[in-house]
């Protein structure tokens, strides 16, 4: 078969950059950051693992796997501070892939699913979309897809388990584009079905990947192989040459071409057949993502969109962890860097106290030789140490005065009360539940009513951990009670004296959230429609972004 006439995509690395001038952008510009979204089991962990390895990072495939099996028991207070141990480290892992370096941020995926793997979203500038195929989209691969469009992330696509039985590919990319509004452009095309898979055709270069060629990730790859339809039929007696070629007709003439405009703008994704569980489509779509995943995006600020190669640093806190020594408020809190260089030792403004702060010794992740860098630049992610003086959503800057907008809260699932066994202890429970609202473990919300706090989580593992850390820093030993109130919606209007009458007409449903803006808290989804519609101009939202 002759390479398809699909004119290959045009490859950014090859165009001249407009950063490309100081070190600084140059630095900037090879950064790739980004994550993967999927449904739990469709296998971010087995293809995170592969691309670590393929990157080098890792030598022997099973680090990232040892890791999640140790997360069985789930509330096990003592497996969750290990399992915290482990994740600050692969909360990010870094590796280099031929001339850019990559930031994989973890997005916690399994029951512990919380505010967390959202929040990682914002810190990214493209992400993943993994997906079984022989499921297609489930429901979290769609809400992590829906954060990624608010905020325009690209999204590349693997389709996985190409190994196994599956469904039909053109079935899943038109699930794609009508699910999720995505139009989707083939890169590669599986050749036969679960057992009788035998590789992929490129379609923009045209020849084939072997699925028993073996690529463990040591080698470069090399090219396509090409191979006439009758060739690639004769590798299976259950191939039919002629379906194979109708198909690879169809493939190329019905499905979009790959656009990088259309993906940058979130509007087109490339797929990716493969298998990550036998090392298969791995390297094609390392490949994709090196060809095309944006490098640092500017970062929407209070004063407007910052440029990353802007040579003054600034970062902003997108996630917490608590460290392993319950004893010590000692915290890592991660950020997102989004302009300059931040080097050991130098000293950083925290924006909202505007107290100096020295980042003495901030953690950097490469997973490649677990060594300590000095700096980082735009696009990185570091860990800070601090002792509780760093929230979600801070900006740190090397100076200036500005704020990053757009770190989200997200309007809880779950609401419950906090009952003490000892009454004498509400006072230090209040303090509590501040430092943790603080840290991100849960939501607070205080009914203006002035009866006792909610505490609001949006999956259910961060209700446990809130449990177990009152009790193992607090020594607060507490049940959850449910709430009369199941839903809570920021409130707002732009008439001051509108929203004043609300709040006299449903005064027991008011409540201020940490940072003291306003909160209505309904019985149900049937009350909190009925409330909207008689308030006409309102505005109720599910997502407070910091600002
Ligand atoms: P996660 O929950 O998304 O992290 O998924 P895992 O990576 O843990 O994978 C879930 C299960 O699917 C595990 O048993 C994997 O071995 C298996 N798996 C992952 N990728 C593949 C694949 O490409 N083919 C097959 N047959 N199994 C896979």
């Not at 962990?45 to 680090?63: M, P």
């Not at 570091?382 to 990053?404: A, M, Q, S, Y």
């Not at 809130?466 to 008439?495: H, M």
């Amino acid at each position: 078969l002759t390479p398809a006439d699909a004119a290959p995509a045009a490859d950014p690395s090859a165009a001249p950059s407009a950063l490309a001038a100081s070190p600084l952008a140059t630095e900037v510009e090879r950064r790739r950051t980004f994550a993967i979204i999927s449904h739990p089991d469709a296998g971010k962990t087995t293809l995170t693992e592969k691309l670590l390895l393929f990157g080098g990072a890792i030598n022997l495939a099973g680090e990232v796997k040892a890791k999640k099996n140790r997360r069985d028991t789930r509330s096990d207070w003592m497996s969750i501070e290990r399992e915290r141990g482990i994740s600050v480290v692969t909360s990010v892992m870094t590796f280099d892939y031929r001339d850019r370096v990559f930031n994989l941020l973890d997005t916690p995926g399994h029951e512990d699913f919380s505010e967390d793997t959202y929040r990682t979203l914002t810190a990214v500038d493209s992400a993943v979309m993994v997906i079984d195929a022989a499921k297609g989209i489930e429901a979290r691969t769609r809400k992590l897809f829906e954060v990624c469009r608010l905020r325009d992330i690209p999204i590349v696509t693997f389709i996985n388990k190409m190994d196994r039985e599956s469904r039909d590919p053109f079935e899943l990319l038109d699930e794609i584009e009508k699910t999720l509004a995505l139009d989707t452009a083939p890169l590669t095309w599986p050749l036969g079905r679960g057992r009788d898979f035998v590789g992929t055709f490129d379609i923009e270069r045209g020849g084939v990947r072997l699925l028993d060629s073996k690529d463990d990730g040591h080698d470069s790859g090399g090219p396509p192989i090409p191979m006439e339809v009758p060739e690639i039929a004769a590798l299976n007696p259950n191939l039919d040459a002629g379906e194979i070629a109708h198909e690879l007709e169809l493939v190329t003439e019905v499905c979009p071409r790959f656009d990088l405009a259309a993906f940058r703008e979130g509007h087109l994704t490339p797929v990716f057949f493969g298998s990550a569980l036998k090392n298969f489509g791995v390297r094609d779509l390392l490949d994709g993502l090196h060809r095309f995943a944006p490098s640092p995006r500017a970062q929407d600020s209070d004063a407007g969109p910052i440029d990353p190669a802007d040579p003054r640093m600034s970062a902003f806190v997108f996630k917490i962890q608590a460290n392993m020594d319950p004893n010590h408020r000692d915290r890592i809190a991660f950020a997102r860097l989004c302009s300059g260089k931040l080097t050991r030792g130098m000293k950083a403004r925290l924006v909202r106290t505007g107290k100096p702060m020295t980042l003495a010794t901030p953690h950097f992740f490469f997973a490649q030789d677990r060594s300590i860098a000095d700096e980082a630049f735009a696009g990185d992610v570091v860990g800070i140490p601090n002792h509780g003086t760093l929230r979600i959503g801070d900006t740190l800057t090397e100076g200036r005065d500005i704020t990053f907008v757009g770190v989200p809260s997200f309007a809880p699932e779950i609401l419950r009360r906090v009952r003490l066994s000892d009454a004498m202890k509400a006072k230090k429970l209040k303090q509590a539940l501040q430092e943790l609202a603080e840290e991100g473990v849960v939501q607070v919300f205080r009914p203006s009513d002035g009866s006792p706090a909610l505490v609001g989580v949006v999956g259910p593992l961060q209700l446990d951990v809130l449990k177990a850390r009152l009790a193992a820093e607090y020594g607060l030993p507490v049940e959850f009670d449910l709430a009369e109130f199941q839903l809570a919606r920021w409130i707002a209007a732009d008439d001051k004296a509108k929203l004043e009458e609300f709040i006299a007409a449903n005064r027991s449903g008011i409540a201020e959230d940490l940072d003291g803006d306003l909160v209505y808290l309904a019985r149900n989804e049937f009350y909190l429609g009925y409330t909207r519609e008689r308030a006409p101009g309102i505005v109720f939202t599910d997502v407070k972004e910091t600002q």
